[in-house]
């Protein structure tokens, strides 16, 4: 059997910049971003606002605003497709029936005019050979399997005629009505409430696992990356600034913001794998200093400086390069190699780099 490290990934993403125009010139939004998702896996790309994990989310699509320049040495390979290369009509095939994509907020997706069942069907219709009933036979049919009671009576209804939880629901289906092989979605739960939230979660991840679907999930909460990831990508000012299974980023975080996204989430690294911090824990919320800056106002070299509590001189003159500091986990930070190099020097064969506040 073929080991599965050796398979080549389902999406392979290097050396992504995207460009953005800030008072008429262009500024890097996201700066040599390069990831991989494989199949059946659980990536979740995590960042505040403002760290391009969003633009990055659209560009897998070809979805970004007009405004937006991709850079030429970027690639974006989709089960061997280049995505940045292709032609309209296959780009329309891949989109919906191979690679979904679920945003945040229902209403900006849903058309407010058209029965929530005729638009799943169609997204079926506009991708296979099924006749208008059968597909219509598929959405009611999906709705059921999103949880919706009643599916053949709310598939008749309108978006606003159901809650922001359903709406969800429904998003969910028609992304997930052609089982496609990768469901990217962009923080699908912010707007729900907590129970509402748990149950699309529980959605995804039994859907996942129903159809081998690989999900990249972006989101701001580590409580939904601790329930839900396998590896977790850390963005900020546009770079990647961490990579790590899941069980690593939290117990042995080695890049400072990653450190203080924990410490500001009480009991999330207690809680990996169980369930979102408990409320009932009275603790002393520790939090980033500062804010994340503007696009185009990020100081040079590292882009967390301002905001570090370790930063010493280099980090205003250089940008630090991901470093290798384990087994499938890297992280962005002079400190890190440096505390590498120190601890190579005495013990060789365990992971280093964690950085210490
Ligand atoms: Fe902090 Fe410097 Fe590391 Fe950036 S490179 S995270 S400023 S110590």
Not at 100 to 113: G, R, S
Not at 172 to 201: C, K, N, S
Not at 292 to 301: N, T
């Amino acid at each position: 059997m073929t080991p599965a490290y050796a398979s080549p990934p389902l999406l392979d993403v290097q050396s992504l910049q995207i460009d953005l125009p800030v008072g008429g010139v262009p500024v890097r939004a996201v700066d040599d971003l390069s990831f991989t998702v494989a199949r059946g896996e659980t990536v979740c790309l995590v960042g505040e606002s403002g760290s391009g994990k969003s633009l990055t989310a659209l560009s897998l699509l070809r979805l970004l605003p007009p405004i937006a320049r991709i850079g030429r040495a970027s690639r974006i390979v989709f089960d061997g497709t280049d995505i940045l290369q292709l032609a309209p009509e296959p780009l329309r095939q891949l989109r919906g029936q191979h690679v979904a994509m679920v945003f945040q907020e229902p209403m900006t997706a849903l058309n407010p005019v058209r029965r929530v069942g005729s638009q799943i069907a169609e997204v079926v219709r506009a991708h296979t050979t099924r006749r208008s009933a059968e597909a219509w036979e598929d959405a009611v049919r999906m709705l059921e399997a999103v949880g919706i009671a009643d599916a053949a009576a709310r598939a008749r209804q309108y978006p606003h005629e159901l809650s922001g939880g359903m709406r969800q629901r429904v998003m969910l289906a028609m992304a997930l009505v052609l089982r496609p092989q990768l469901l990217i979605a962009d923080e699908p739960t912010t707007a729900l409430d907590v129970t509402i939230q748990a149950q699309v979660l529980d959605l995804l991840r039994a859907q996942r696992v129903a159809s081998q679907m690989a999900l990249l999930l972006i989101t701001h909460d580590l409580g939904v990356v601790a329930e839900m990831a396998s590896r977790v990508l850390v963005m900020y000012g546009g770079r990647l600034v961490e990579e790590a299974p899941v069980d690593v980023l939290f117990s042995r975080p080695a890049h400072p913001y990653t450190q203080g996204l924990l410490a500001a989430v009480p009991g999330i690294r207690q809680d990996l794998g169980h369930t979102r911090a408990a409320d009932d824990e009275a603790p002393r919320l520790a939090t980033i200093p500062g804010t994340v800056p503007a696009l185009g106002a990020f100081p040079s070299g590292c882009a967390f400086r301002d905001r570090c509590p370790l930063a010493v001189a280099e980090c205003a003159s250089e940008v630090p390069a991901l470093h290798q500091i384990g087994p499938a986990h890297r992280a962005r930070c002079h400190l890190v190699r440096e505390a590498r190099s120190e601890a190579h020097a005495t013990s060789p064969s365990h992971e280093q780099g964690a950085v210490r506040p």
